[in-house]
């Protein structure tokens, strides 16, 4: 071995070993100057032991070192001592109890407050945080599956220079001298590229390093960018800023192709607040009705009570129409279903002058959000209804067709790039892989070897935020902290602590440096560490939200933009992918399997068109359709989505990655390549069948209740929509047997229809939760998808402006349940609590009980899907949840490992009564709106006993006389839908 050894492939040969000629050849280099920096950088806590130049020291520090499974795993963070594993166990933890910490969900670098299960030692589930004052309780489905992200085996697990495996030691010291070089030279040519930031002590390093090197430039990328909120608000106000409406203070709502209800950083604290105010209209006699225009459908325009489909283009033009009927003007759409709409929103904004809403979402221009904001200005409601604070990303960062020119003009020398993707998702015509080679020095921070760290000459591996600490923004402003979960799995390093190395000369100590930028230089160091452990406790910092800004308007309106293709022509909308949002997370099988919440389709993307266009141009779904624009195309299957807009195409994006070995790779369509600019639409595109076809794997073959009444719908002021005569039917099965008086409880659920948006937090929790498989797309196809948990979408009404219901189905735990007559081994029964338990170890695989289910809720194992998982996967699932043999029957059974763990606890106590709220199910817990309710139908005080007396409340499906345990609450709907 030469002297001049390669460190990182001594690290390598360490970890494996040689055999005899591999030891042998270490006498050669013992007493290197090399060697023992190695051994200082990489153990120091032992460097002491290797002081001895003889081989018999060296054996020393090797003993030490493989008997503890390395030292690097107890001082490889280079002095942090908090995310360490323990030898003699702490007295808070008991073996095979769970604890939960507070921290956030980051969600393009918004943070949302989450509470993350763990057990020993070990993060299994993320949960709601309740006392967040933004989020107060929900998750979305990026957050519940970010524990799924923390294991994911596709995870960057290693320094890499140029495509090789290395070490941050050797970074460090390959950094050394350009370090000295920028500190003399200001920092001219260095560039930083970084996502949207919203945290406060991350913008504190950032500025650090600005100040230290002048010179530097900060550039910003983000695959759903929100400058057009900003924009908006600039051209407005005059400065860029959040918008947030006060739904509680609201009597109308009119969504300009909005999306507070779609998933996105808002979705959670958004969505509980809609809600919340819909039900307080519907207790005082009326209710909060929404008026929803949109060029394709979202949850959104999905859940509004008067809906329409208009392009873009109708979309700017119906902000004017309304801002000029309140203003006292005249309106150009006047006729048809536009006029209709229109003529309804404008009354119903009129009505609640001071207390309407109007809003718009990312998608649209800012010209049509600067609309938007003087017509609630015009209306009385900014200020009362719609408030407005400070953006919460830290602006002033260049965009990256900035950073684009300044590498062609040569201006840049070295470009580092934090948690950033932009050869994926960089505009098209910027062509950002070119440019990458012209920089002669490229260092990329991911949590994937995606496709940008190809080009880079050193890729870092990021920690996830389970793993790290840090802290972050959510939409209103409060800052929530973010504390490590377990040790990083892969060496990973925070983005501040990566930063630190430009400031500091080495990566800093992630939690040293968030006490440090909260604790300020004057604080009295015992009431602050007071302070820190109490926010750490919450998971965020008390009144932190950001202070609501007067605003006046100034100029005036913006000019309407000249039509840029004739009216008939295509023009193609960009949206985020429903489950897989921009394709950061698109590695997540999870997510891939999610069915999206409108068409039911998984593990890829498709082009969704309007029945009218499909019907003019003879495309059936599954027909692979070109489309074309400004000399780029993509190709996908069709899919004729209801209440598209006549002549829009959706595409959405996230896939179409091109990252070898990993799970995303070659799904679906890049449409990046058609959006060229970045924009959120594209105006005169062509469209025509390729002559394939491939029909999308999708979870719900029928869109249509078939005429059935599986949703309900309660006009206000109209006869109930509810039942109970199905609970006092003859049992059509056997018959009813005389109430056990030992009985204590009856576990039994509720869903309000009302309040189920349809975005899937809940499937994925009970994934997440009962450890249920991702079985493929070739599965799905065959129909056997396994959630345990299904959200239903039905359309009534025509199909260019249907009215859209969700209904989520998981096991209706039937009283006089038919999978128990069926079953030959009794696999299926019933306990004392009235829970429908499935008996794994007992099933043999019949499957009689799925044929006698009328709910199609049981699943069954025709595979061994979960036998192949990564060691590092398997470690993400929940221990108290049977891991499923092939050939076996599983199904919801109310999360009855929670029902046990609340019944030990009563056991405890003398038996006490299990207090109304103490079990959640998972569903329930994730659920945004809270839109499930699940307790003791035996306690008549329980909110779920209450649930049951609403006049909404039916059984699916009671005319079976199933008796089930699961009802639902009707939908609500104004009492008369005329626009």
């Not at 005059?238 to 998933?263: H, K, N």
């Not at 260049?398 to 003009?409: D, F, N, S, T, Y």
């Not at 359709?625 to 829009?648: D, K």
Request: aromatic share 6%; glycine share 10%; charged share 20%.
């Amino acid at each position: 071995m030469r002297a001049d050894l390669d460190l990182a492939a001594l690290r390598a040969r360490l970890a494996g070993g040689d055999g005899p000629a591999f030891w042998r050849s270490l006498d050669a280099v013992a007493d290197t100057p090399e060697f023992r920096a190695y051994i200082a950088e990489e153990f120091p806590a032992a460097a002491r032991l290797a002081a001895a130049p003889e081989r018999r020291g060296f054996l020393k520090l090797m003993a030490a070192s493989f008997a503890l499974a390395g030292l690097s795993a107890c001082d490889g963070f280079d002095g942090r001592r908090h995310e360490l594993p323990y030898v003699n166990q702490p007295e808070r933890i008991l073996p095979g109890a769970s604890l939960s910490y507070a921290s956030c969900a980051v969600f393009d670098g918004f943070a949302n407050g989450v509470l993350v299960t763990t057990r020993n030692g070990r993060p299994l589930k993320i949960e709601g945080n309740p006392d967040h004052p933004w989020t107060r309780g929900g998750t979305d489905v990026l957050g519940q599956a970010s524990i799924l992200g923390l294991y994911d085996p596709f995870r960057s697990q290693a320094v890499q220079h140029l495509g090789r495996p290395s070490s941050w030691a050797a970074f460090r010291g390959a950094m050394a001298g350009f370090l000295a070089a920028w500190r003399e030279s200001g920092g001219r040519g260095l560039a930083l590229l970084t996502g949207p930031i919203t945290s406060p002590a991350l913008a504190a390093e950032i500025a650090r390093i600005r100040a230290a090197y002048p010179g530097l430039r900060w550039f910003s990328s983000a695959g759903v960018p929100r400058d057009t909120l900003y924009e908006g608000a600039r051209q407005a106000y005059g400065r860029p800023l959040e918008t947030l409406p006060r739904f509680e203070r609201a009597r109308a709502i009119v969504s300009l192709d909005g999306d507070f209800l779609d998933l996105g950083p808002g979705q959670v604290g958004l969505s509980r607040r809609w809600i919340e105010a819909r039900r307080a209209a519907h207790a005082a006699g009326g209710l909060l009705p929404m008026h929803a225009a949109a060029p394709t459908p979202s949850l959104t325009s999905a859940k509004a009570d008067h809906a329409v489909a208009a392009g873009n283009a109708e979309i700017a033009q119906l902000a004017r129409d309304l801002l000029s009927l309140q203003e006292g003007g005249s309106a150009t759409l006047a006729d048809g279903p536009l006029g209709a709409w229109l003529k309804g929103a404008a009354g119903a904004l009129a009505a609640a002058r001071g207390a309407g809403i109007v809003t718009a979402g990312l998608a649209q221009p800012a010209e049509v959000h600067a609309l938007v904001h003087r017509l609630n200005g015009a209306l009385g409601n900014t200020g009362a209804s719609v408030v407005h604070v400070g953006a919460v990303p830290l602006l002033g960062a260049e965009p990256v067709p900035a950073l684009a020119e300044a590498i062609g003009r040569g201006e840049v020398q070295a470009l580092f790039m934090l948690g950033v993707n932009p050869v994926y998702d960089a505009p098209a015509r910027l062509d950002f892989g070119k440019s990458l080679a012209r920089v002669p020095l490229k260092i990329h921070a991911g949590l994937y070897a995606d496709e940008t760290a190809a080009y880079a000459d050193w890729h870092l591996p990021l920690a996830h935020p389970l793993e790290a600490w840090g802290d972050g923004r959510a939409l209103d402003g409060t800052v929530g902290l973010i504390q490590p979960m377990i040790a990083p799995l892969y060496e990973g390093r925070a983005a501040h602590e990566i930063l630190a190395l430009l400031d500091r000369g080495e990566p800093g100590d992630g939690r040293a440096l968030l006490r440090d930028h909260w604790r300020g230089p004057d604080q009295d160091d015992t009431a602050f560490e007071a302070r820190f452990s109490e926010a750490l406790r919450l998971g965020f910092l008390p009144d932190s939200a950001l202070p609501v800004e007067n605003v006046a308007l100034t100029g005036s309106a913006p000019a309407p933009a000249q039509p840029s293709a004739p009216g008939d022509a295509i023009e193609v909308v960009f949206r985020p992918d429903p489950t897989i949002w921009d394709g950061s997370v698109a590695d997540l099988g999870w997510l891939q399997e999610l069915p999206k919440p409108l068409t039911k389709v998984v593990w890829e993307n498709v082009v969704a068109l309007s029945p009218v266009l499909a019907g003019r141009l003879a495309i059936t779904t599954g027909d692979i359709l070109r489309v074309e624009a400004a000399g780029a195309a993509v190709e996908g299957p069709a899919w004729v989505l209801p209440g598209q807009a006549e002549t829009t195409v959706t595409l959405t994006l996230g896939y179409g990655r091109a990252v070898p070995d990993h799970l995303s790779n070659g799904l679906g369509y890049d449409a990046t390549r058609l959006r060229a600019d970045g924009g959120w639409s594209l105006a005169g595109a062509t469209l025509r069948k390729t002559g394939a076809r491939r029909a999308p794997a999708t979870t719900q073959d029928l869109g249509t209740m078939q005429g059935h009444d599986f949703v309900r719908v309660q006009n206000v002021g109209a006869p109930p929509a509810g039942e109970t005569d199905s609970f006092r039917l003859a049992s059509f099965y056997r018959a009813p047997e005389a109430a056990d008086p030992g009985h204590e409880r009856a576990w039994g659920m509720v869903i309000d229809l009302d309040a189920c948006i349809g975005c899937n937090a809940c499937v994925t929790a009970c994934q997440a939760e009962n450890n249920i498989p991702v079985v493929g797309r070739e599965e799905v196809e065959r129909g056997r998808w396994m959630g345990w948990i299904r959200v239903d979408r039905y359309y009534a009404g025509g199909l260019d402006a249907p009215d859209t219901h969700f209904q989520p189905v998981p096991c209706m735990h039937c009283e006089q349940a038919p999978c128990e007559v069926g079953c030959p081994v009794e696999a299926t029964v019933h306990d004392s609590e009235g829970l429908n338990l499935q008996v794994y170890n007992r099933c043999v695989g019949t499957r009689t009980c799925q044929s006698y289910c009328p709910y199609k809720v049981r699943r069954f194992n025709y595979l061994d899907y979960t036998g192949a998982m990564a060691p590092v996967e398997q470690q993400q699932r929940n221990p108290e949840v049977t891991v499923r043999a092939r050939g076996v029957m599983e199904k919801c059974t109310y999360c009855v490992q929670r029902i046990a763990a609340a019944r030990i606890d009563s056991a405890k106590d003398a038996h006490a009564p299990i207090p109304d709220g103490t079990v959640e199910t998972s569903c329930q817990n994730a659920c945004p709106t809270r839109a499930i309710i699940f307790g003791d139908l035996s306690d008549p005080g329980s909110r779920v006993s209450a649930a049951r007396q609403d006049p909404r409340n039916y059984a699916l499906l009671g005319e079976l006389n199933t008796r089930p345990r699961t009802t639902y609450l009707a939908s609500l709907a104004p009492a008369a839908k005329d626009g």
